[in-house]
Structure formats: C-alpha cells, structure tokens
C-alpha cells in the first residue's frame, strides 16, 4: 500500500517548494564547482606573476598577450589535432568492435573484458608502457620490430610521429569507453527492426545506414561529448611520454598551460589558458549537443 | 588499577612532552637514497641519530617525498598561498632560488649561520664555496646544498682502447674522438652502442648543460649583451638579449653533437635516459653531467661498463673555459614558516657533514659539497686518489653563474631547453634561435627591464 503524507506533513510542505530540495545540492555544488571556476575566472583577469611583488586587474590583459604569442597557437592547432585524431579514431574502433562484438561469436564474453581492460589501465601506466615500448634505443616495438622492418626513425623523437605515438597510446587506453557505450546502445536497438527491414529486403549495408546508424546517433554524440572533453583535458598521458616535446611537437593547452603556472610562475596566464581549454570544450559540447537536438 | 593509572599517567606526561616539541615538516624528492641516515633507506623511518637530534633540540620532524615535478608544485603553491606548511623545502639551483629569493620568500640563513649555535651540524667553511655561491642571490645565502656536481665525461676506457682514441680535451677533440668512435662502430657492424649520451628533452633539463657548451664557446654567460647576469645589470646597462649572437656557438655545438652521435631519441632524452643508456651499455661516453655517469656506473648489471668505465675531466671550449654543467640539491627555509630557528637547525642536520658522509657511504658518488667528504675513506677506496682528485677540481673550476641570476631563469631554462630539443629533431639552428630570441627580447621588455 502506497504511503500518502498528510497536508501538514513536512515533505509534503517540502514539495510545495522544490528549493527546499535542492538547496543541499546546490550549497555543495556552489562550494566544490562553482567557486573554483569563479576563482579561475578572477584569477585570469589578473597579473600575478609569482616573482612580482605588484598583482592587479588586468581585464583582458592575460587573453590579449595569449593570443599574441605563437606558442598558444601551436598548442591549440595540436590541441585541435589530438582531439579530432582520437576522437574520430576511438570513434571508429570503437564502433567497428561493438558490431563485431554485439554478435555472437567464439569467446565473446572474453574479448570483450579484453577490450574492456585498457580502461582500466591508469592514464599515467598506459603512458609508462608506451613510453617504453615505442622507445628507439630499448623498446620492444621502436627499438626491435620496427628496426627489423627498416623503420628506424625514433618516433617519440620526430615531430610528426611524436604526435601519432600519444594518439595510439591514446586510442589503446580510450576506445573501450567508446566501445562501452556503442555496444550499449547497440543492445538496445530491437531486433523487431532488422526483422521487418530483412522481410522488405534490405541488405546489411542498408540495416546499418537506416537502422543502425541513426538509432545510434544518441550514443555516438555522448560517446563523442565525453571523448573530446578528455583529449582536451588530457595531460598525464602526453607528460609522460613526450613532456610536448620533441620542442613543442606534443605541446597541447593543458601541457602549455601547466608549464605557465607552474614552470614559468605566471598564475594569470596559466588560469587563461585554462578559461580558453574551457570555452573550447564548452563550444565542442555545444556543437555536438546541437547535432544531438536535430 | 593503579597499574592503569600509572600507564595513562605516562602516556599522559609523553604526550605533554611531544606537544613541546616543535613541529617541522621537510619536503624533498630523491626518497630512499637521500639521508638514509636519518630517515633510513625506505625513507619512512627514523634512526637513532634522528630520534637524538629531536631530542635534544625539542624537535619533531617530518619528511614528505614526492616526484621531483610534483615537489615543485607544493612548494610552489605553498610559498604564494603562505599557508606555510613546509619549514624546510626543496629549491634547486636552476631557477628555483634565484625566483624565490629575488621574491622574498626565502629567509636569509646568514645570520642563524654566523652565530655559531649550528657548528655541531654544519661549518660553512667546511663547503666547497662553489655551493654556497650557486645559492647565494642579491647577497643573500637562501639555501644549503645536499648532494650536487660539477662537470666531467664518463667514458668506456675499452671502446677508446680499441679505436687507439685518446681522451679529449678540447671540444674539437671531442669531436674528433666522437668521429672515431662512429666510424669504428660502422666498420665493424655495431648499431646498439652510440658515441654519445647526453640529455635534450624538452624543457629546463638540457639547459644545464648546453648552457655550459655555450659559456665554454664564448668564454662568458652569453645570454646578455656583455655578459651580465644580474638583474641589476640588465637593468643599468639595457643589456639585451643574444640568442642569435654569440649563445648560438654553443648551442649549435650542443645539438650538432647530440645529432651526430647521439641517440635517435636523445631529443626527447632525460638524466634518467642518458643514464640508463650508459648503464646499459648502449653509449661510449657520457657527458657533461657526470654524476649520472657515476650513477649508471654503481648501479649497472653490465660487467664491461663497471670495469670498463673512467673519468675525465671536460674539455674546454675555444674561449679556453671548460663546458659547464653544475647543479647544487638544494634545500632553504620559506619566509613563511612559522618555526624559521628550528627549520634551520633541521636544514643544518640535513645538509651537513654527517650527512653528506652517509650519503657518500650509500652511494659512492663523489657528487658530494664537502671536502673532507670527497676524500673521505670510502669514495677514496672506490674510486682511487687520482679520480677524487679530477672531481674535486671539476667542482673548483665551476662558475655557478655560467648562467644569469634573474628571477626569470625557470622560464628561460625551459624555453632555451625546448629549443635545443626542436633545434636537435629539425636540424634548423637558426630558426630555433631566432625564435628564442624574440621571445626573450619581448619577455625582458615586458618584465620592464629596459624602461
């Protein structure tokens, strides 16, 4: 039987003003997330150099002076390829292995906890591991396999290849949360579909373009909202394995902005570089939201 | 009962006497081989000779050990919030006491020095005074050094045998040495060893050594214009900066030879690189900072590195100064400590003879700052009369200030170092250079240098 409060009761009382409700959540809320990022904010439009007795408002002062510099512009082209690479990437492995995987194959259950492991893997340990791994003097695949097959080229150590290495390592750590999500959402599409689609004739190319795809679209967009947040936030993996380098070839937002504060003591700076890493992920959500609401 | 009675009484009288005691809490990198004496080789205990000295100077302390990346930041965010929750912190010659110190957030330690009262732990004139110099900014002494190092090479006695090399001593007889060494590997099929190891990762570390090529080049620091190395110099003379002038000697010679005979990956190599490579085997000479030579040297599987390995002393450039590569670990007190007194007994303990000794006992490095330490029995005995001897005279012939004291420098180390490491990948000196020095020219004009 259904518990029915009086009108005097106190949730009752509660309900009528929802406030009532959310203002624990709000409080802690406001107190753990709002309040630093209000801080960054203030924090952005100040100078504040660590070894500068003066600290003062410097209204855009801080943006201006990053937009000026070529560094901030090469970390955000590298910030741009490193997230468009794993994104789509993980994207697509990802995707490829939730269909192969949603069938039913030989030991299904255990490769999918294979695929599954990566994810467990700290970011930090997958970069130690690759790190090592790719490396051109000692590594089992820079220094042996790749040598044996006329590769010698150091690839943490090249401009180019530098970037392609962290985006593997990546892609290795990352496409099982997108593997996750798709094969979820697979699951939940009705077999009913395919079932009335196949009586009308359809191939598998067209059940996957007319059914599959777009019933997938949700998923895909949430997979993707979450991916790009973290390739822009990403920085264990990148320290670990190249510090940005060789020179700056690794160099995203979040490794740039580090050094500022913490290497090159300009607080002011490095809370703008966070300011922009934020509006970069807050645009990226927008775009992928707006393509969710379509 | 009374037996309960009698125990709390105890524990109640013991508690009294630790809430006396003063609490002083160190933070420091290098757990486990730093101060085994007083904090035993895990770095998690506390010796006898600890437990005394807290007696007897009514002191309590506490280390905290962390990544040397993330001891930074906590000294960093520390020292500006001044919470002061560290009395004794990790500084470092390469940008950390000269941007501290230049900031006012490190107590001067001269005056608790000279009052004799810290004798018992440490004599300053007992310390090479290279060390003492390296920490010493706008007049003020602001740290004392733990372990530290000068310059040398580290080199397989066995590969020069076998190519009749003879050790160098000028930088274009290295050159030459290197050349053999390459071309002797080629002739007889060896691909897994490399001439040279040396360090070009991105950022402040291959700072401290190319910064030495360039000193030993142009016989000066030539970041400024005449040489100036102070902010007080740059200010009165407007001296400007010249990474495209004579700096880039040095450097060209720092990334040619990292190009020639380095490793493929030497640009994006650390200490901790560099020294494996050697410890493995892997490269023939290792140079300019020898201690990680000495490190992969103690610490090697390999029979012909450890019986295969010697010092010299490092060659000198065309200017006739040697190359430079000196760093002291060194440790200061924030002006924000609530205990200074205290904070620098504790700093005394850590960095004064005993201490120095043990670490010289655990290690066998000679990469030690007291003098009576270098010659002591147990490096002596390992090492031999004649290689302390070259060690100690390559710490003597040290310029600490091969470099300008500014409290810019971190950010200058980082953005010199990550353009040797592009320079070393691309090849392209000049525009690395070119870079480098419009963003110092515009870094020093910003900084209000040249108002």
Known sequence: ?294 | MRKILIVLALALLAGAALAQQTDIRVIAFAQGFAWPDLFGSTGTEKTERLLAFEEQENINVTIEWGDETAVRQKVLTDLISGAGRYDVILLGSDGAVQTYGYSGFLEPLDGYLATGDLDQYITLSDLYPQFLTANTVDGNLYGLSYYSFGPGIIYRTDLFDRYGIEVPTTTDELSTALEQLKTGFEADGITDIYPLTMRGAPGEEPSLDLTGFVYAYAGYPAWFEGGVTTPEEIRSTRAKPIFTGDFRAGFESFVNLSREYGPPGIATHTWVDMMNLYSQGRAAVLLPSAINGYAAITSTENELVRDNSAFAPIVTGPSGKPIQSFWTFSLGVPASSKNKAEAVKVLALLTGNRSMQAFADQTQWPSVTIPSVMHSETLVNRWGSDEIDLNEAAIQASDPYYFPYIPELAEFMDKIGTAASKAITSGDVDSALNELQVWALERMTTAGYYR
């Not at chain 1, 409700?21 to 753990?32: C, D, G, K, N, R």
């Not at chain 1, 994104?87 to 995987?101: N, R």
């Open chain 1, 1 to 294: 039987m259904a518990y029915h409060p009086s009108k005097r009761h106190p949730i009752r009382r509660l309900a009528r003003f929802p406030i009532g409700f959310l203002l624990p959540a709000v409080l802690v809320l406001a107190a753990i997330v709002l309040f630093p990022t209000l801080y960054l904010l203030w924090l952005s439009v100040r100078h504040w150099i660590v070894f500068q007795p003066q600290q003062y408002f410097t209204g855009l002062g801080n943006f201006i002076a990053l937009f000026r510099s070529s560094a901030f512009w090469e970390s955000l082209r590298v910030t741009g390829s490193y997230l468009l690479l794993t994104s789509l990437l993980s994207f697509a492995f990802g995707l490829g292995l939730a269909i192969s995987l949603s069938k039913a194959i030989f030991a299904r259950g255990v490769v999918r906890a294979l695929i599954i492991l990566p994810l467990l893997v700290p970011p930090v340990v997958a970069g130690f591991a690759w790190k090592f791994l790719l490396n051109r003097e000692i590594g089992l695949v820079g220094g042996y396999l790749f040598p044996a097959l006329g590769i010698t080229v150091s690839l943490l150590a090249h401009p180019t290849l530098a970037l392609v290495s962290i985006v593997i390592a990546d892609i290795w750590s990352k496409t099982s949360f997108m593997f996750l999500i798709l094969l979820a959402a697979l699951q939940s599409i009705p077999v009913e579909l395919y079932e009335a689609a196949r009586i009308d004739g359809a191939g598998a190319r067209q059940e996957f373009l007319y059914i599959t795809l777009p019933l997938l679209v949700p998923a895909i967009i949430i997979g993707l909202i979450f991916r790009a947040i973290d390739a822009i936030n990403t920085f264990d993996l990148i320290f670990v394995m190249t510090q940005g380098g060789p020179g700056t070839a690794t160099q995203t937002l979040s490794i740039f902005g580090w050094k500022t504060a913490f290497t090159y003591f300009d607080l002011g700076r490095g809370a703008a570089i966070a300011v922009v890493m934020m509006v970069l992920a807050v645009i990226t959500t927008l775009f992928l939201t707006k393509r969710l609401q379509r």
